[in-house]
């Protein structure tokens, strides 16, 4: 195995853990009838959203899930 191969299997096992990480800290969405009168509250009282926390974790995982493909191509041009 190349020294090239070799960091980006490294580099590809730790976004892997991070995806994993981002993942399970963000907040499930909310289903049934109480989901139905908070989805009011949210559209009403969030107007920040862009700048909340799930709003950060969601942007993370879209840049490490595309860094984690992107990585995964070169590994197998490799």
């Known amino acids: 195995m ?3 191969s070799l960091i980006i299997t490294i580099a590809q096992v730790i976004l892997a853990v991070a995806l994993t990480g ?3 800290f963000q907040s ?3 289903a049934g009838l109480s ?3 908070a989805g009011v509250a949210d559209s009403f009282m969030g107007k920040n959203k ?6 950060k974790l969601a942007k993370a995982t879209k840049w490490i899930a ?3 493909i992107i990585l995964t191509f070169v ?3 490799l």
């Open 2 to 4: 190349s020294t090239l």
């Open 22 to 24: 981002v993942v399970l």
């Open 28 to 30: 499930g969405k909310s």
């Open 35 to 37: 989901g139905a009168i």
């Open 50 to 55: 862009a700048h909340s926390w799930d709003a």
């Open 66 to 68: 595309a860094a984690f």
């Open 75 to 77: 590994l197998c041009l």
